[in-house]
Structure formats: structure tokens, C-alpha cells
């Protein structure tokens, strides 16, 4: 089983940028990502609030930042962790491999949240999208619905009006229009942290319980990122605890 002296699980703004800190330390480092690098920004096509940067795209940004890693000599699999065993020797299980480390840093990210069962039925066979900017195309001059009510759900709307023939726009388990042929879904977000309950404390809204030390409950196991407890979720602050938890692992190394 090879052995690693941290595992960073999720390749997201907060897992890569964690992989540079600490491979400019000088430690080594494996990052695991179940789908591809970059996180839930490569889709925005014009990222805001980043600093220095105007009018880039995430993927853009999400590609250097990759980069940086693997050149700094940052490994990177692509293989969706399915568990974690603690102790003094973390074990990380995939499922084909098992790899060994002395710290773990989870920054797993968020997904969005999906439709209620009986939303979904009613959808039946109409296709169902998380992602505007990604699918949006697909129904150029077809009605559409939107469903959700937050800044998300406006993002959405705004950006198919520009596509759509029509956008209806409806709340959380409200019927679906029976004219439209697509459901764009903007309920919220939900932290990937499902494998970690019973190894971490998480809330009550299953974020992972930390600070702005990102230390978790339990030893050698550190948080960065929207996964975790805290109040702004966005790209510079999910940079900010890759450092920070990083600069944790490296000092628990010793
Ligand atoms: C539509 C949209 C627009 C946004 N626009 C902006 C903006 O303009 N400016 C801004 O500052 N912020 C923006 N944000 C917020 C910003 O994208 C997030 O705050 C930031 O990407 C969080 O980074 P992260 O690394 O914590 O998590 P994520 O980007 O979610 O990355 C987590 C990674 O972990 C992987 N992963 C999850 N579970 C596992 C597992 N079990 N095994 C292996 N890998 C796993 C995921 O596949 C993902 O790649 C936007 C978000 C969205 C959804």
C-alpha cells in the first residue's frame, strides 16, 4: 500500500491550493478526485469576488491552479473515495486501492441539492439539469423551467431567458408546467461529507465542525473549504483554509 505523508481528498480550489502549501514543504502528497480536477467553479464562465483576475473563466482558473500543483509535484488520482479508516496511519479507501497517510485533509466541496421524490416524478422523463451554463444550449427556443427561489435560481433564470422561448419559474415542490422540457434545479447545496460521519462532527446540516484553524475532531484529520462549517463560501476563502490547513498538517508532521 503506498504511502503518502498527506492525503487531500477533493481537487477543488481548496484541495489543490492545500497540494501546493505542502508540496512547497517539501512533503508528499496525493490529491484524490472522484470526477475531474477543478471543482463546482469550472462551469461559471465569468468568475466574480477573485481578486486580480477579471472576467476569467473557473476553468480557466481551475486549470492554472492544477497546474501549479502538478508542477510543483503534486500527484493526482482520479478515484472517488468510499472511506476513510482513522488511527495513528490514515488508511484512505477508493474502490480499487487503498493508500496510506499520516494526515488527512478532507476538502470534498459541495453538490447541489436535489429535487424532492415527488417533484422528480413529476418531472418524469423530462430532463432534469443542475447547470444552466452547461445545458442550457440544449433547449434553444424551448419553454424550460426553473426551480428554486435564491440567487442561484435567478443566475439560472436570467441565463436562459437569453435561450429559452419561455422560463417558467417555480418553488420547491410546486407542480412542474406541463409545457416545458427541461428542469433546471437551483435548491441549494449540500456538503460531500456523508463517508465522513462517525469519523468527524459535523453539524446538523452535515458540514464538517471547524474553525478558521480547520482542524476537525479528530487528530490528523483537517477541513478545507465549502465542506466545512463556516459562513462565506466562495473560491478566495476556500483558497485561504487550503493554506491554513496545510500549514496545520505541516506543523502536526512535525
Ligand atoms: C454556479 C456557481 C458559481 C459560483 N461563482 C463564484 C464566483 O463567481 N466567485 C466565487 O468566489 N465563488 C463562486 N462560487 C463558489 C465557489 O465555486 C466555491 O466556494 C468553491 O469552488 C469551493 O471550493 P472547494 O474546493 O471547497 O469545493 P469544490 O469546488 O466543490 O471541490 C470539491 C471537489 O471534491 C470532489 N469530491 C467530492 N467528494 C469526493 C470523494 N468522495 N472522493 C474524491 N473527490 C471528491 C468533487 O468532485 C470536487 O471536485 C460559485 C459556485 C457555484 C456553484
Request: with cysteine.
Amino acid at each position: 500500500m503506498k504511502k503518502y505523508d498527506c492525503i487531500i481528498i477533493g481537487a477543488g480550489i481548496a484541495g489543490l491550493t492545500a497540494a501546493i502549501y505542502l508540496e512547497r514543504a517539501g512533503k508528499n502528497v496525493l490529491v484524490l478526485e472522484s470526477k475531474i480536477h477543478g471543482g463546482q467553479i469550472i462551469n461559471t464562465v465569468n468568475i466574480e469576488n477573485w481578486p486580480g483576475d477579471l472576467g476569467v473563466s473557473g476553468a480557466e482558473l481551475m486549470q492554472k491552479i492544477y497546474q501549479q500543483a502538478i508542477d510543483l509535484g503534486a500527484e493526482v488520482e482520479y478515484e472517488e473515495v468510499i472511506g476513510v479508516v482513522n488511527g495513528d496511519e490514515k488508511i484512505v479507501k477508493t474502490e480499487d486501492e487503498e493508500y496510506k497517510a499520516d494526515a488527512i485533509i478532507i476538502a470534498t466541496g459541495t453538490e447541489p441539492r436535489k429535487m424532492s421524490e415527488k417533484q422528480t416524478a413529476d418531472a418524469g422523463k423530462r430532463a432534469i439539469s443542475y447547470c444552466a451554463t452547461c445545458d442550457g444550449a440544449l433547449y434553444k427556443g424551448k419553454p424550460v423551467v426553473v426551480v428554486g427561489s435564491g440567487n442561484t435560481a435567478k443566475h439560472e433564470i436570467a441565463y436562459l431567458e437569453n435561450l429559452a422561448s419561455k422560463v417558467y419559474h417555480i418553488h420547491h415542490d410546486d407542480p412542474i408546467p406541463e409545457e416545458a422540457v427541461a428542469v433546471f434545479v437551483a435548491i441549494g447545496r449540500i456538503p460531500n461529507t456523508g463517508i465522513f460521519n462517525g469519523i468527524v462532527d459535523l453539524d446538523q446540516d452535515s458540514y464538517i465542525v471547524a474553525s478558521e484553524d480547520c482542524k476537525t475532531s479528530a487528530k490528523g484529520i483537517f477541513v478545507a473549504g465549502d465542506c466545512r462549517t463556516k459562513d462565506i463560501r466562495q473560491l478566495v476563502t476556500a483558497a485561504g483554509d487550503g493554506a491554513v490547513a496545510a500549514d496545520a498538517v505541516i506543523k502536526y508532521l512535525g
